[in-house]
Antibody, heavy 121, light 106 residues
Framework: EVQLVESGGGLVQPGGSLRLSCAAS????????MSWVRQAPGKGLEWVAN????????YYVDSVKGRFTISRDNAKNSLYLQMNSLRAEDTAVYYC??????????????WGQGTMVTVSS | AIRMTQSPSSFSASTGDRVTITCRAS??????LAWYQQKPGKAPKLLIY???TLQSGVPSRFSGSGSGTDFTLTISCLQSEDFATYYC????????FGQGTKVEIK
């Protein structure tokens, strides 16, 4: 079964750090661009970052540039999001998602169940 | 950033109705558009990509059309399981989503 499972969410104080993980199974992880997408409580979806198959290209939404870092370990079939200098507005469910094809900028065909990040004192 | 605007933001409909949701891009995006369905507490589910291509396993009552800046998602005969929130997303440049359209039971 093709699956993505996120972990690492939790409660963190403003200015703190958190590392999210996403474990992939059931497909050749190293063949796909991967993304993080977030959803604030009661709000819509916002793409956060993506990474090329070999990790050589990474892109971020402006609001997280310089604070978040996306990475991957193809040997472990895992995707990561290192989040530093967290702000209240980063509070959201964070989903990892797979690009539908091996090309960049495609629809997201596989999503994880999400992990909740709450930034609050 | 390319802004995606959906209309309406919400509406009520009955089982069996034909419903249409529109999505407008702030600039031309060719056919680089996807539609997702999301139910409360669940991850989004891909319905349509490339503006009109049905994702595998998605019922044929769902269809998409449009290119350039104006797009539509149509559900030909609304079923009980279709009451959800729908999002459009462009992937012409870095991905952006519409604000969502909530389809509620009348």
């Amino acid at each position: 079964e093709v699956q993505l499972v996120e972990s690492g969410g939790g409660l963190v104080q403003p200015g703190g750090s958190l590392r999210l993980s996403c474990a992939a199974s059931g497909f050749t992880f190293s063949s796909y661009w991967m993304s993080w997408v977030r959803q604030a409580p009661g709000k819509g979806l916002e793409w956060v970052a993506n990474i090329k198959q070999d990790g050589s290209e990474k892109y971020y939404v402006d609001s997280v540039k310089g604070r978040f870092t996306i990475s991957r370990d193809n040997a472990k079939n895992s995707l990561y999001l290192q989040m530093n200098s967290l702000r209240a507005e980063d509070t959201a469910v964070y989903y990892c998602a797979r690009d539908r094809s091996s090309y960049s900028n495609d629809a997201f065909d596989i999503w994880g169940q999400g992990t909740m990040v709450t930034v609050s004192s | 950033a390319i802004r995606m605007t959906q209309s309406p933001s919400s509406f009520s409909a009955s089982t069996g109705d034909r419903v249409t949701i529109t999505c407008r891009a702030s600039q031309g995006i060719s056919s680089y558009l996807a539609w997702y369905q999301q139910k409360p507490g669940k991850a989004p589910k891909l319905l349509i990509y490339a503006a009109s291509t049905l994702q595998s396993g998605v019922p044929s009552r769902f269809s998409g059309s449009g290119s350039g800046t104006d797009f539509t998602l149509t559900i030909s005969c609304l079923q009980s399981e279709d009451f959800a929130t729908y999002y459009c997303q462009q992937y012409y440049s870095y991905p952006t989503f519409g604000q969502g359209t909530k389809v509620e039971i009348k």
